[in-house]
Nanobody, 115 residues
Framework: QVQLVESGGGLVQPGGSLRLSCAAS????????MGWYRQAPGKQRELVATITQTGTTTYIASLRGRFAISRDNAENVVYLQMNSLKPEDTAVYYCNKYPSRTDYWGQGTQVTVSS
């Protein structure tokens, strides 16, 4: 059974930083492209960033330079470092394979950017 467990979210002021973690189990983690996704209130879930098995990264254009995705294949963890956070970054953040699998979605971690 695949489990993806996100953590590290919270309330942060604009301009602040957070580091999200996603611990994977039940899959051969190193074999998969992984992604971070987010869903803001009233909006559809969107892809934020991806990282290949060997560490090549992609980002949606609006986040490039502020967010950084990384992974530790030995620990089966994928990270999302988020800097210079803005109120519009408020969302529930999820990790999943890329492309995503419906049955892999976890609970996500809430990120709220507010003063």
């Amino acid at each position: 059974q695949v489990q993806l467990v996100e953590s590290g979210g919270g309330l942060v002021q604009p301009g602040g930083s957070l580091r999200l973690s996603c611990a994977a189990s039940g899959i051969i983690f190193r074999d998969h492209v992984m992604g971070w996704y987010r869903q803001a209130p009233g909006k559809q879930r969107e892809l934020v960033a991806t990282i290949t098995q060997t560490g090549t990264t992609t980002y949606i254009a609006s986040l490039r330079g502020r967010f950084a995705i990384s992974r530790d294949n030995a620990e089966n963890v994928v990270y999302l470092q988020m800097n210079s956070l803005k109120p519009e970054d408020t969302a529930v953040y999820y990790c999943n394979k890329y492309p995503s699998r419906t049955d892999y979605w976890g609970q996500g971690t809430q990120v709220t950017v507010s003063s």
